[in-house]
Every structure is written in C-alpha cells, then in structure tokens.
C-alpha cells in the first residue's frame, strides 16, 4: 500500500488509450503495469505506445496478477457488471467507465459485491474534474450566482466511432446513454446531490435512422428536490466535431463555460493540418483546434484523484453509487419519452430491462 498505484487496463481503443494516456500525465501517483483486451495486435499497439510492460488477450488472466491494485474498464457498457465483478472478486479496486451498467439489478449488484468485497467502485465521470466545470461550481458554491435554479449540460458530435455504441443491445440506447449519462451526473454533481425528483425527456432518431434503432437527439429536464432544474441536451445528429457547454443560472448572476470553442484558437486553414478536436472531421476551412485536450477535460486530473483513493490520500468523489443514480435518471428518461409526459423518481424499471427497451416499440 505505498509507492505507485499499479494499474491494468482492460480495452486497447478510444478510452482505453485515454486512461493510459492520462495515467501517464499523473504518472507520479500510478503506473499502468498492464493491458488486457481480446483483438490480437490491439493491446499490443496500446502497449508499445505507452510502454505498458504485459499484455493480456483475456481480462480474466490479467486479474492473476497480484501486484494490480487498480482496474480501469474500457470496454463496450454491456460489458461492465461483469468484468465488474470479476475483478471485485479478484480483490481488485475498480474504474468503471460510463454509463454503469446496462439494467439497474447490474448496477445495484456491481455497488453491493464491491462493498462486500472491500474493493472502491470508482465512477469514471470526467465531467466532475473537467477545471472549466469545477470553476463554475467553486463560483457557484461560494455564492457567486445567489440561489441557483438552472443548469444546463450539453454534449454534441455527430456520432460514435465504434459499431457497438451503434448496436442497442450492446450499448443499452442512443445518444442519451451514451453522452446523457454525463449531463444527469453532471446537474447532480453541481446542484451537490440534491435527489432528482422527476425526469421528462424528448427523444427521437433524426439522421442515423439507418444506422441504428437509438436516439441521436435528446433532450432531457430534470427536477431536483432543491427546487432547481437541469436541462441536458445531447446529439449524435450535430456536425463539426465535439461541443460541450455548461451553462449555470441564478438569482444573482448567469455563467457561461463552452468547454471547447471557449478553449480553441479559431483558425482559417486553406491547407488542412493534423488534427483540431475530439471528432471533427477535417481542419480545411474554419475550424477550432483545442490545446492539452486531455487536461481540459480533466481526464489526467481524475486518475490521478482515483490513484490517491486507492493509497487513502482522498475519498472518492465520483463512485458507483453516482453510476446508480445516473442509472435510474436514464430509465426515467426513457419511459418518460415513451409516455409523453414527466416520470417522477424513486423509478422501478421492469426487471432485465435495459433503458431503450423502456422507449423502443
Ligand atoms: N468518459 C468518456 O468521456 C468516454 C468516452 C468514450 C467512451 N467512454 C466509455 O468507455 C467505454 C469504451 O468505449 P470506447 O470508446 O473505448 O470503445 P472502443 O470501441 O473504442 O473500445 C472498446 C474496447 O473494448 C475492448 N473489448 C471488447 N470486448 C472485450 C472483452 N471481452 N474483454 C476485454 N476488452 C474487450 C475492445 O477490444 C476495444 O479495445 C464505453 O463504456 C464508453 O461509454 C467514455
């Protein structure tokens, strides 16, 4: 219990990269010792580029390792429960990517069996470290904006890059899983956890249709019991790369956070250049490049808070039980869509259902 965190991965792609590209930035406080993902060459790629030391093609042979503390789950969502569980039950410490899980009975069982197991359920939410965010919320909390009674997330890109997030039985819904989920923790995270009272969301599937049987639009109002109200706005359906706002109001002031556009430098390019931001899908003509695009999102600032929870240093400020709720906000969503009208919380969804199958006919 001293030294550097030694950390596996299981994933080799998009976040998985993150995570090690992130452990890295706060190399410090973590190591990454391995990574563990089925296609062959792919964990590799991810090895030599980080110079992650062992590689594995099954997970389950990586929880042998005994000096892992850490696992980070990278993987496709209807994955998480159980790689979840098996590394609980490995006695290892767990990072699981969002959303939580697929159905509530998953995420209730992933936060009992790591209690009981004595492992921390860390829930990878960047948004609650993204410094942009944690500013408006200092300010906030330091009564800058007086009584707050709106906040707005949204999150926009025109669509995933893996088949899977795609496939709803595979990612459990469209757009609103898959970016809401960090609008819902978000609202939450800042209005400091006041329960959600009632959700009412508008979804529908706009330009993916033949793609996908998901949302690539939604739009999602959120009642907190402190009387204030989140608006999270997501799409699979927006051109031009990745835009992520916040957008906070009071009585006594308003704040304004564009996460990336406020950041970028804008630019004219008649010749096109590497590469400008998350998605974008060129850089001829107008486009917005981001700088340190990792430590803008916090990324780096969340392993590095999830490295010092594992030694004691800190409590975990984003965990499994915050998966939890998201979870149940997004079956709200869901069933909400389907009836039209606002579902109030505490919500039961039907048992094995996942949250699209509350919407889809
Ligand atoms: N926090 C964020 O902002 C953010 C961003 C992107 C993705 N994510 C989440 O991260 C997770 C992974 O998404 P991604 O974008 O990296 O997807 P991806 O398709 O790029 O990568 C998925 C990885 O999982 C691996 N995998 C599949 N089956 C496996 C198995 N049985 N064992 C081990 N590895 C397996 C694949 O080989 C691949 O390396 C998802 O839950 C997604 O929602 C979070």
Redo the contacts with the bound molecule.
């Keep these: 219990m001293s030294g550097k965190v030694k950390v596996g991965i ?9 995570h090690a590209a992130s452990f890295q930035i706060g190399s410090e406080e973590a190591e990454v010792v391995a990574v ?4 062959p060459g ?2 590799e790629t991810l090895a030599r580029r980080y110079g992650i030391p062992r590689v594995f093609t ?2 389950r042979q990586m929880l042998l390792e005994k000096d892992i503390e850490l696992v980070t ?5 209807y ?2 429960a159980q ?1 979840t569980l098996d590394c609980a039950r490995a006695g290892k410490h767990v990072l699981c ?3 939580l899980a697929m159905t509530i009975e998953e995420a209730d069982e992933m936060v009992d069996v790591c209690r009981r197991e004595g492992v921390l359920l860390l829930y ?3 948004l609650f470290f993204t410094p942009k965010y944690v500013k408006a919320k200092e300010m906030a909390d330091q009564g800058a904006f007086g009584r707050v009674h709106l906040v707005k997330q949204s999150e926009r890109h025109f669509g ?3 088949p ?2 795609w496939d709803v039985g595979r ?1 459990g819904g469209g757009v609103f899983m ?1 970016m809401g989920c ?1 609008g819902i923790a978000f609202c939450y995270w800042f209005l400091n956890r006041s329960p959600i009272r009632s959700v009412y969301c508008q979804m529908g599937t706009h330009v993916h249709g033949d793609k996908t049987r998901g949302e690539d639009e939604s739009l999602c109002i959120l009642e907190f019991e402190s009387g204030a109200v989140g608006l999270v706005e997501n799409s699979w359906a927006h051109r031009g790369g990745m835009d992520d706002r916040v957008e906070v109001h009071g009585e006594g002031g308003v704040t304004y956070a564009n996460l990336h556009m406020g950041n970028a430098l804008p630019t004219y390019s008649e010749y096109g250049y590497g590469y400008a931001v998350e998605k974008a899908p060129g850089t001829k003509g107008w486009s917005y490049p981001v700088f340190e695009e990792l430590w803008n ?1 916090g990324f780096p600032q969340e392993m590095r808070h999830f490295a010092r929870c594992v030694r004691g240093k800190e409590e975990p400020i984003a965990t499994g039980q915050d998966g939890r709720v998201v979870m149940e906000a997004l079956f709200a969503g869901y069933a909400s869509a389907a009836k039209g009208g606002k579902v109030c919380l505490p919500f039961q969804p039907p048992a094995g259902k996942k949250p699209i199958d509350l919407w889809l006919k």
């Design positions: 299981i994933g080799s792609q998009f976040e998985a990269d993150i563990a993902s089925p296609t792919h964990p099954d997970y789950i990278a993987a496709p969502n994955l998480h790689m990517e969002k959303p990878a939410e960047e995933p890059h893996s899977w997030f990612s898959d960090h999102y």
